[in-house]
């Protein structure tokens, strides 16, 4: 066996799901996906892409129509310009084209930055590539990896820094200066940048700014519709990167899955053309739940930072317990299903990640449980 792949541990948000699926009536704020169907117009797309036997492989990057199609929607939504013909590569999720990224950048002994706590797909990635995760906790400083905190901890092997913004877990995003000391310290020590912008549709109270527009010459971006369309079972991805960046990109993902799905890319195609604005009623509805989630969790006394984007709280905890024993202490006895901190790395020692992608009603069923159990103690 690949002594790597011996040594990657099964996902911190898979490992405890499995611990508490047994338990009846549970109310889950788990869920890393919106709580919203695909719109029909997308459903139906793909309907009649099956109807018309546009069942075959396509061009490794994606269908041409579809490509010319994300290249005007990123333009149009966040100034991004990228050449349909040989800068965007459609993939299977975000998590192909995050794979697809790094191993297409990283050799052995590199290091790669990135913010913690952090969503878990990364740092299995750079190991496998014999890469090492550098880690810069963000916890002090309300989530957020700046050029500063950055700094310190660039060496000769660093190669790439990864900027997931809005973030999984904390739903935390970066502004336009931030993001430009950034950009300028890549610059400086010639550095890539891998932005993971799946979350880039749903942000509340400021535009997404995409540090693509800032370093375009350094910089992969990566995003998709899992999120902004509720296509997260559809397995639609994007890798845009300059030419002589994605054309290696690509020599990689042919290798690995030759084509993302033909039908789902003709659904894909429906949402970035007719469904530019489909992601606006769940962003409406996330908006209130946002507000009702952070009114609860301030009231039961739970350390808040309020998010930007995405759909998740990262919440200390009140009292003393670890966050799994909490975690698991509340699944037991409330019945409500939160991810332990210590699922996004060791520096979440202390927190849950809460989603809001459920019903108001169950959020509100969800924290009357949850204030009952902090009452019992």
């Known amino acids: 066996m690949n002594e790597a792949v011996k040594n990657i541990e099964i996902s911190g948000i898979r490992k405890f799901f499995n611990q508490i699926q047994h338990i009846d009536g549970m ?47 990123m333009k149009d939504k966040y100034n991004l310009r990228y050449a349909a013909e040989n800068e965007i590569i459609v993939t299977n999720g ?106 880039s549709e749903l942000t509340y109270d400021e535009p997404h700014v995409s540090i693509g527009t800032l370093a375009r010459d350094r910089t992969i971006v990566i995003n998709g519709l899992s999120k902004s369309h509720s296509m997260t079972g559809w397995r639609i991805g994007v890798l845009m990167a300059p030419s002589v960046i994605a054309e290696q990109c690509l020599k990689v993902h042919q290798y690995n899955v030759s084509c993302a799905s033909s039908i789902s890319q003709y659904a894909a195609l429906a949402a970035y053309t007719a469904g530019k604005d489909d992601a606006q009623p769940m962003k409406e509805a996330y908006r209130k739940r946002r507000a009702l989630t952070e009114e609860k969790l301030t009231e039961l006394g739970f350390d808040v930072v309020k998010p930007d984007g995405a759909f998740y709280f990262f919440a200390g905890i009140p009292g003393s317990k670890s966050a799994e024993q909490f975690a698991l202490a509340l699944a037991e006895h409330a019945k409500v299903g939160v991810v332990p901190g210590t699922a996004f790395g060791s520096e979440g020692e202390g927190y849950i990640r809460v989603s809001y992608a459920c019903s108001e009603e169950q959020l509100q069923e969800a924290f009357k449980r949850i204030k009952n159990y902090l009452d019992s103690l």
Request: negative net charge; glycine residues 4%.
């Open 94 to 199: 975000a998590s192909q084209a995050i794979d697809t990224a790094l191993r297409t950048i990283l050799s052995q002994g590199q290091e790669v930055i990135l913010p913690a706590p952090v969503y878990p797909g990364y740092t299995p990635v750079i190991k496998q590539c014999g890469a090492v995760p550098v880690f810069v906790d963000t916890t002090e400083h309300h989530f957020k990896m700046t050029a500063e905190m950055i700094r310190p901890h660039i060496t000769e092997k660093t190669a790439c820094i990864i900027l997931p913004y809005p973030s999984n877990p904390t739903g935390v995003s970066l502004n336009g200066s931030e993001l430009k000391e950034i950009a300028d310290l890549a610059k400086t020590h010639n550095l890539y940048i891998i932005a993971d912008e799946i979350y």
């Open 27 to 73: 109310i889950s704020l788990t869920i890393g996906q919106p709580d919203f169907p695909t719109p029909s117009h997308i459903k139906d797309a793909a309907k009649e892409a099956i109807d018309q036997n546009h069942t075959n492989y396509t061009h490794n990057a994606g269908i041409m129509d579809l490509r010319s199609a994300i290249s005007a929607y």
